[in-house]
């Protein structure tokens, strides 16, 4: 993994495309969140977890939250750094969702937590809406790692 | 013999198939079953027994969901203005007590007290509505259009693009759909997604 230092960022629909693209040579895990959705906090321990057991290998985590852009400061932030994230966090600040969430995929009904899967160039994907338990989202990382 | 379990197995998949297949709820053309839900004011509520309605704007929503706060006085406003024309907003909270104690029903009582809800606001403690809608989130809309001797579903979806920001709305999608169903038009979007809660399924 590369040691520059993690991004926490307000992005845009043009800059989610470009990660939706998964121009890497890693398996990418993209899990959309928010500060205030309980399910997603308490997965959040379950992705961090893997993620630790996962340091060597080809996977890269992108934290792609949908809290209110004027929360990104005061409820975002600090939360990534008490839990010392160490993985990009983005907060998507697109609040005209019908205009993406199919991009992101057709199934998704737009409930939060919700995870995609993108092997590198996005050649297979993935899709889960809903609250993963540890085994089950290392089952789904251990079917598609690189 | 042999036969007869042939048959029944065919049955029990037969049976099996429209189970999943219900699990996804209705789509827009559907027709509509009608439900009976304790409201806040103690009374059970229908669909039928509102008989001047034209139709309805079906909102599964809850208490303790930012998504659902926010649009809270939008709900109000919709009931405000199209109560009178026919289409009543009815409120239905379907999620499980244990999961969210926030929203039991009577922390739905007291919401609805606190905010002077105008409208009904049913409690579905057995999440059957919500499944029998395929209702997945909150605030999740469902516009039905009452026919002669049927509810039909005319619009599945968001209330409108921006949930934060009231003020930078630019497409009302629940408005605009009710609008167009009062003059007898097609509803030009009537699909739409959005982000919000998971219904919080009885675990």
Not at chain 1, 34 to 56: D, G, Y
Not at chain 1, 108 to 118: K, M, R, V, Y
Not at chain 2, 139 to 147: D, S
């Amino acid at each position: 993994m590369s040691l520059s230092a993690q991004k926490r960022e307000v992005i845009k629909l043009d800059q989610l495309l470009t990660i939706l693209n998964n121009k890497s040579d890693s398996l990418l895990v993209l899990n959309f969140w928010a500060t205030w959705c309980k399910p997603c906090v308490e997965e959040m321990q379950e992705f961090l977890r893997i993620e630790q057991e996962l340091e060597n290998k080809k996977v890269r985590f992108i934290y792609l939250s949908l809290d209110f852009k004027r929360d990104f400061e005061t409820k975002l932030v600090p939360f990534v750094n008490k839990r010392k994230m160490k993985s990009d966090v983005f907060l998507l600040d697109e609040p005209d969702y019908d205009a993406w969430i199919n991009i992101v995929d057709p199934s998704w009904q737009g409930s939060i937590p919700a995870t995609l899967l993108l092997t590198p160039n996005a050649e297979n994907r993935h899709f889960h809406e809903g609250q993963l338990t540890y085994l089950e989202l290392k089952k789904i990382i251990n079917t598609y790692l690189p | 013999m042999k036969k007869i379990v042939i048959l029944l197995s065919m049955a029990t998949c037969l049976f099996l198939f429209s189970f999943t297949t219900d699990k996804k709820g209705y789509q827009v053309g559907d027709d509509v079953s009608d439900f009976n839900l304790k409201s806040t004011s103690g009374e059970m509520v229908s669909l039928a027994s509102y008989k001047d309605a034209k139709g309805f704007i079906i909102i599964f929503t809850c208490n303790h969901c930012p998504f659902s706060m926010a649009y809270e006085d939008r709900i109000i406003a919709l009931q405000a203005k199209y109560k009178a024309k026919g289409f009543p907003v009815v409120a239905i909270n379907s999620n499980n007590k244990d999961v969210s104690p926030e929203d039991s029903y009577e922390e739905m009582i007291k919401r609805a007290a606190e905010k002077k809800f105008n409208f009904n606001y049913l409690y579905d403690s057995t999440q059957e509505i919500a499944h029998q809608f395929g209702a997945a989130r909150t605030p999740h809309v469902f516009i039905v259009e009452k026919q002669k001797s049927n509810l039909k579903m005319k619009y599945i979806g968001a209330i409108d693009d921006n949930t934060d920001e009231p003020e930078a709305v630019t497409k009302k999608y629940v408005e605009t759909a009710v609008d167009q169903i009062l003059a007898g038009q097609e509803v030009t979007t009537p699909m739409t997604k959005a982000i919000g809660c998971t219904i919080k399924w009885k675990k």
